[in-house]
Structures are given as C-alpha cells and as structure tokens.
C-alpha cells in the first residue's frame, strides 16, 4: 500500500516537472529504488492500476501446468457476439462448433492484465466479422497475465506460446492451413504468437502481426527469443510507445511507426507513463480495417525522429491492409480521436 500512496504522489508531482515526451531515463530520477518499479496499466476494464516491473528472483517460468488456464474462443459470421469455446484436442467441440477449417482464421492475443472482453480483441474482432466471413479465434490466457508482478508473467509467455502452437497444430489435423493463418498480438501478446510460431514442427503462418510488442521483460533478448522478422511469411508491427512500453527498434519485415512510434500519442495524458499510448496500437489496427478509413505511410530510411530523414510516399497502408509488397521502416500519422485515419476514403 505505501508503493501505491508514494507512486500517486509522483503522478501528481511529475505534472508540473516533466516535458511531452515521457520516457524511462526522464522518469527515472523522480523514483527512488523502493517505489521505481511501479508504474500504471490499464487493465482488462481500462482501468488504470498500478503494477510492478520489479524483476524478483521468480522471473522465470514458474512451472505451471496450462492446461485449462488458456481458453480459446471462437467467432464467425454466425456467432459474431457469442463465443464458442474450442479445446486443445477435443474434436467434438470442433465439429459441433461454426469453425470452417476452409476460411481463413485469424487468432487475436491479448496483452497484459486482459482477457477475451477486452478491446485489444473484442474491437478487431468485431470490425474483421463486419466485412468478412472467417474465423476469429480470441486466445484467452487472464488466469496467467492477471498477476501484479509482470516480470513473472513476461517469463511465462514461451510456454504460453508453445500452447497456442499446439491448439494450431490440432487445427491443422482438422483441415485448417499455414496460409489462412493471421496471428495477431498486443504487447505480450506479440511475443505469445511470436512463440507460437516458433514451436511450429513445419511451415510457417501466413502472417503474423504485433502490436506495440512488450519491451519490458524483452529488452535484452535475443532475435530467437522475442517477436522477430522470420516468425511468419509476412510479419508487421505497429509501434506506439516505443522505448516505454513497446520496442522502438524495428522488429518485424515492415515497421510502422505511428506519429513516430513513441509516447505520447496525440491525445493521450503523458502522466499515465504510456499505458494510453501502448493501446493505441490496436486501436489503430482495429480501426484500419473499416475499408473507407486507411492509414497511409511514409518509406523512411531510418527511426523517424532520430535524426532528419527523407520520407516518401510509396503506397504502403498501416495495420490490415499492409502487405508484403513494402517493407522496412515506415512513418504514419494519426487523428487525435476516432477516427484515427487522417484519410477517410469514401
């Protein structure tokens, strides 16, 4: 409780102390080695609490039997507000189930301190099912992410990931193909899928795409143990509050960064360390799937920001419609407020 009081003061203090750009080596000196580790998240209701970043000596996968602690929720055209809950090798709940192992299926990760209500999925599923007839599969894993200490968590998410693996790997016996396969993931949720791809036996997903993928937990990381380029056939991310919340450094085939990929997002409070801007990027991507409402993108040829680059326009769109056709860097700009698309294409 006196983390709690002592970080609520800061919040408050910080108002009148810092700048626009809210980022760790600025915070930092404000907290002392009792209180610097907590920072606010929003959680599966988008409200604001406090969690610990602390690393503590149980940051490392904890040995948890997943069996039953990750749930799978399925949405078609026909059940489009009403799951239906799939089974990692229960075939009767998938052929009693609207699942069509001929359409193309897109799986949606949460984050941190979510679950399947949450935006993170609830709004790309619903805009997906608005001009689609596919599968959307809500992976569900709140009984783990749900815990005050994130560290712990962010070490849980290969064996999450090589669940999730498994449950494609059951899907694929059943019909379903690699190139219908569209893994989404916000924050640890990129990671999640990244180690769902890794675990796969043969082949590759169609595409795999990380939204503000979890920096925290990951900085040190390497290439084969975090969200990386060569997880899928196309890979995207979008960057939101790169270097805070999310990487900043380009981790996927094409890198959208949005108003420059790092906190604060226009319209977000700076004072909530970045938990606005860290959820932007599945609001951009949710919104980007509406076909009147495109987010165009600039090639660059380094991080917009860092120092002055020639941007150009070559036709590259942020979020669902991005293909392979463009990769590398590229730099986006947003509305303040929905809608965030500064092009609404009638």
């Avoid at 969690?51 to 055209?77: A, C, D, H, W």
């Avoid at 190139?179 to 036996?201: R, T």
Wanted: charged letters at 15%; aromatic letters at 12%; hydrophobic letters at 40%.
């Amino acid at each position: 409780m006196q983390y709690l009081i002592i970080a609520g003061i800061l919040i408050a203090s910080l108002a009148s102390v810092l700048g626009e750009q809210v980022t760790w080596s600025k915070i930092a000196p404000y907290f002392t080695n009792d209180n610097k580790d907590f920072v606010l998240f929003n959680n599966s209701y988008g409200e604001p609490v406090f969690v610990s970043l602390r690393v503590v000596e149980q940051s490392k996968p904890i040995n948890l039997s997943l069996e039953g602690l990750i749930k799978y929720y399925l949405y078609t055209s026909k059940n489009s507000q009403k799951f239906q809950e799939l089974w990692k090798n229960d075939k009767p709940s998938l052929t009693t189930s609207n699942f069509d192992a001929s359409k193309k299926t897109i799986f949606v990760i949460h984050g941190y301190m979510n679950n399947i209500y949450s935006d993170s999925i609830q709004s790309i599923k619903n805009n997906v099912l608005k001009q689609e007839d596919i599968n959307v599969i809500g992976v569900d894993w709140s009984l783990i992410s749900d815990h005050l200490f994130y560290h712990i968590i962010a070490a849980e998410v290969p064996g999450v990931g090589a669940h999730v693996s498994e449950f494609v790997s059951f899907l694929m016996s059943n019909g379903l193909k690699y190139k219908d396969i569209h893994m989404i993931g916000h924050s640890l949720g990129a990671h999640v899928a990244s180690f769902a791809a890794k675990n796969l036996k043969t082949g590759k997903f169609a595409r795999l795409t990380g939204l503000d993928a979890a920096l925290p937990g990951f900085e040190k990381t390497t290439h084969d143990q975090r969200l990386n380029p060569d997880d899928a056939e196309f890979v995207d991310c979008v960057h939101t509050c790169g270097g805070v919340l999310g990487f900043l450094e380009p981790l996927c085939q094409v890198d959208f960064y949005a108003n420059g990929g790092t906190n604060v997002q226009p319209g977000c409070p700076w004072a909530d360390f970045g938990s606005c801007s860290h959820g932007r990027a599945h609001e951009y991507f949710a919104e980007s799937i509406l076909k009147d409402h495109k987010f165009p993108s600039l090639s660059c040829p380094s991080l917009p920001g860092t120092t002055h680059v020639n941007c150009t326009a070559d036709g590259a769109l942020m979020g669902y419609p991005a293909t392979n056709r463009y990769l590398g860097i590229h730099y986006t700009q947003t509305n303040s407020s929905y809608p965030y698309a500064l092009v609404k294409m009638a």
